[in-house]
Nanobody, 121 residues
């Protein structure tokens, strides 16, 4: 069984920085795309950033130049470095990973439990 465990959320002041981590464990043959979504109260969940196995990244427009996504394949972990945080970045952040559990099997999307990011003075 595959699990994704997030860490790193909390309270930060506007203009501050925070790093989120998400580690996958369990029966894993390969991890393809990994990334982060967020959902603020009353809003739809939106894709913040994603990274492919070949380290191709993409970002939601409002976070470009402020957020950086990276991954450590040896540790099955994805990171989200968030700089110059704004109050509108406050949300629950969810990581995801497209994982194949066995050679030749289709990938399944797994989700982390979510971590709250609060940006406030």
């Amino acid at each position: 069984q595959v699990q994704l465990v997030e860490s790193g959320g909390g309270l930060v002041q506007p203009g501050g920085a925070m790093r989120l981590s998400c580690a996958a464990s369990g029966s894993i043959f390969g991890i393809w795309s990994m990334g982060w979504y967020r959902q603020a109260p009353g809003k739809q969940r939106e894709l913040v950033a994603k990274i492919t196995l070949s380290d191709i990244t993409s970002y939601e427009d409002s976070v470009k130049g402020r957020f950086t996504i990276s991954r450590d394949n040896a540790r099955n972990t994805v990171f989200l470095q968030m700089n110059s945080l704004k109050p509108e970045d406050a949300a629950v952040y969810y990581c995801y990973a497209d994982i194949s559990e066995q050679i030749g099997s289709s990938s399944i999307t797994y989700w982390g439990q979510g971590t709250q990011v609060t940006v406030s003075s």
